[in-house]
């Protein structure tokens, strides 16, 4: 049976798989019916609905557009009032839950056990309630997650870069976490894919509209293999404003946030600064200084607002737990030379790369050493296939 907003008073309990109307699926309960009918009223952020929402349930939000009783309370201006008691009327909230149940979905509220308490950090910009459609639960995939973004023109270095990356984090056992768009997001997206691991798409438009249209195949997967979310119900568009909007629940759900390329104007890096701003990890990985694609990291990184980081496990060792995800120790290939003692060194540097070689007292004036030290080095080198002797000379072995 439809109900509309302007009738969510709640009804007579349903009893666990008993039929509400027609039967299929028990009524929701009013909060859930509030929310959803919230998130087609206002934009995603709408801190008016947000400051009202900390002081009031969803229901009586609801009931108070609908009868006009905002009048002196924490919550939208008459103007914003008015146009949503205009768009109220139409809106039908059982039939937006019924759609994303028939795409496999749910729509999880705050106070659900799927949903993430550190989406909490935005405070009056928190989502009204989350549309979602796959099978695991999104608190726990979110519990170890790292967002991996970037540009959506984005060169074949990026797409490598990204892809490499995703895979080696999701092999440690991270989930990834981006957007679903061209460029960056689809090779972290597919990274992740390729290991056989989750992934999660946030996205700017309803969990039903496959956006962008090349990558529906993409977005079916992720949906099969991970999770689709959104803060939009079902069947609506994005908008060049709903992608701002919606990285800031990208940088919130996640430890850190990875921006692999972007340019100066790039909206990867909002996600970056609300991640910065939320208190999590922003890391950047660095480019080539000719690629204005790499420009925007490179600044990000200059300005110290984010951290360099090259493979998954610098990433890990930021945002995993202290003294369980260390990266390696990087260094140089050890040479044989580098073990050498300082003074048999200095005598091997003082050996010229001729064929005559040189005497010991020549080697003795180059190497500030006395010639019986010397000459007792040239052995220990000579034992070591650094040097040979030649008649009275020593030269350096020539090695093919």
């Known amino acids: 049976m439809s109900r509309t907003a302007n009738d969510l008073t709640p009804g007579p309990p349903t009893a666990p798989g008993a039929a509400p109307g027609s039967g299929a699926q028990p009524e929701p309960e009013p909060e859930r019916l509030a929310r959803a009918v919230l998130s087609r009223l206002g934009e995603p952020r709408d801190a008016a609905l947000g400051r009202w929402l900390a002081d009031s349930d969803a229901l009586d939000v609801v009931r108070a557009i609908r009868d006009g009783t905002a009048t002196g309370r924490p919550g939208p201006k008459d103007a914003r009032l008015a146009a949503y008691r205009a768009r109220l009327p139409g809106l039908d909230p059982v ?9 496999g979905g749910r729509f999880i509220i705050p106070g659900d056990t799927e949903w993430p308490s550190q989406l909490d950090d935005l405070g009056e910009s928190r989502p009204t309630g989350l549309w979602v459609v796959g099978t695991g639960s999104l608190r726990l995939l979110a519990l170890r997650s790292v967002a991996v973004v970037g540009a959506r023109a984005c060169t074949a270095y990026g797409a490598h870069v990204a892809g490499d990356l995703a895979a080696q984090l999701a ?20 990274g ?10 946030v996205l700017a438009c309803g969990v039903d509209v496959a956006y962008p249209r090349g990558n529906t195949g993409l977005i079916r997967r992720i949906g099969e293999q991970g999770l689709l ?28 946030t990875v921006v692999v390329e972007a340019a100066l104007r790039s909206g990867a890096l909002s996600t ?30 200059r300005s110290g607002a984010a951290t360099v980081v090259t493979d998954a496990a610098e990433v890990g060792e930021l945002i995993g737990a202290i003294g ?5 120790h990087r260094s140089g290939p050890v040479l044989p030379r580098d073990l050498l003692e300082p003074a048999a060194a200095r005598v091997l540097e003082a050996v010229p790369a001729t064929p005559d070689g040189a005497p010991v007292e020549r080697l003795a004036r180059q190497s500030g050493l006395p010639p019986d030290e010397v000459l007792q080095r040239l052995y220990e080198l000579g034992s070591l296939g650094h040097v040979e002797r030649h008649g009275a000379h020593w030269r350096l072995v020539r090695r093919r």
């Open 95 to 103: 039939a937006d839950l019924e759609r994303v149940r028939a795409a």
């Open 171 to 190: 092999e440690r056992g991270w989930v990834v976490v981006s957007g679903g768009a061209y460029g960056i997001d689809a090779a972290a997206h597919r």
């Open 229 to 256: 979310l959104s803060e939009l119900p079902p069947g609506e568009h994005p908008t060049r404003f709903r992608f701002v909007l919606r990285n800031r629940v990208i940088a919130a759900l996640t430890r850190g």
């Open 192 to 201: 992740a894919l390729a290991v056989g691991a989750p992934t999660v798409a």
């Open 272 to 301: 970056a600064r609300r991640a910065r701003d939320l208190n999590r990890h922003t890391m950047g990985v660095p480019g080539p200084v000719t690629s204005e694609l790499s420009a925007g990291v490179h600044a990000l990184i």
């Open 324 to 328: 369980d995800d260390l990266a390696p």
